[in-house]
């Protein structure tokens, strides 16, 4: 059985994450075989990894986005290539994730759809059924149309905004021509697919995996020492592959820290560092991590930590969440998109968005509670053991699969 599974890039950010772990471990089933198909980045080293798009038309999609709106337009000649891979390679399922970031034109959705090969597609954001962006939690224009975008800023950023007529030619691609079956990683996301025109597509819900082997709870002073962080300070950490995205909430985590007596305490983030603006002053020490190299020395960041922060305004199901879980370490943060779905009472505690007196309240009584950070690292054990183990979240994929080789041979 080959799965073709395609992604935009082939490493960093969630989305590749989730399809890199389904990737690797197709590939280690007797029976099975995967290939990684890719737009952007680096071209790797790793076996079954392939990127297929051409540099300069990435640039090219890049400007005619930024300058235009227009999306999912100028790289022909990449889209061409994927589909010249596909009838090479010859999968028995095409599984897409994400679709926008540059590298694809919208014409991909026919002309997978006319070479008759059972599709999958996971939606790791709200992408799909815009006109521009990929937020869902603060907007719902994209249910009549989008149209009078209220942020050209956001991803994907534009100088003008064609979001109604983007979201028409979306809506044209993405309903004819193919019948995917559509995974969304939460119900949140999923109700609101039911929302939009994808509704007349069979819709899954599988919860993100991640390997709990790993992700497990270490010695805390151990994964301090290894991180270069003191030992008698209790740490609240934040963690994104580019801490400068608006919708990641950077400025929330840093403002939780402006109010509150904290010489106890310490700030630390994981992923792209920034510059903090000079008006910025925190009670709290603050050390930015950088990129950590691999999985192992994020679960010693979880677990070096005292609590993980998460003040995403838009998100779907962050696996950062889960892998702090499955380290024990609780969870703090605004109530947005499928967090809640993650992060029950028992496993820490969710704020409305941009209420920062709240936020640093849950922080407050929770560092200042170790029993109780104690019984709540535990259960976030338990639950990501029990919920998002690896092989639950394979198993579900495989039924998916069998599913449609079966179909296809009918």
Known sequence: MRVLVVNT??????AAGIAQTLHRELNRLDGWESLFAYGRGPKGKEVGAIRFSLQPEVYFHTLLTRMSGIQNFGTWLSTKRLIRLIKQWKPNVIHFHNIHGYYLDLSIAKAVGNLG????????????????CAYLSECDRWKNGCGHC???????????????????????????GWNPIIICPSQWLAHRVKESYLDKFCIEVIYNGIDTEIFRPQEKGAARKRLGLPLNKKIV????????????????????????????????????????????????????????????AMAAAYSAADLFCITSLDDNFPTTVIESMSCGT?????????????????????????DLKSLRQAIIALLDNDELLRTMGARCRERAIEEYNLERFLERHLAIYHDLGRRSRK
Not at 9 to 14: F, K, S
Not at 265 to 277: E, F
Not at 341 to 346: A, G, I, L, P, S
């Open 9 to 14: 890039v082939y490493e960093r950010g969630g």
């Open 237 to 296: 950490l934040f963690a994104a592959a580019d801490l400068r995205e608006e919708c990641k909430g950077t400025r929330y985590f840093f403002e939780t820290f402006n109010c509150v007596e904290a010489e106890g305490w310490m700030a630390v983030t994981v992923g792209k560092m920034i510059d903090l603006p000079r008006s910025f002053e925190s009670r709290a020490e603050i050390r930015q991590l950088g990129y950590l190299p691999g999985a192992e």
């Open 330 to 354: 609780p969870v703090v943060g605004f109530s947005v998109g499928g967090i809640p779905e993650q992060v029950t009472e028992d496993c820490g505690q969710l704020v409305p968005p941009r």
């Open 150 to 176: 209220p942020d050209l800023s956001r991803y994907l950023k534009a100088y003008l905004d064609t979001s109604a007529f983007m979201w028409r030619k979306k809506k044209a691609a993405f309903t004819q």
């Open 117 to 132: 090969i059972p599709i999958v597609w996971t939606l790791h954001d709200g992408w799909s059924v815009t006109g521009r």
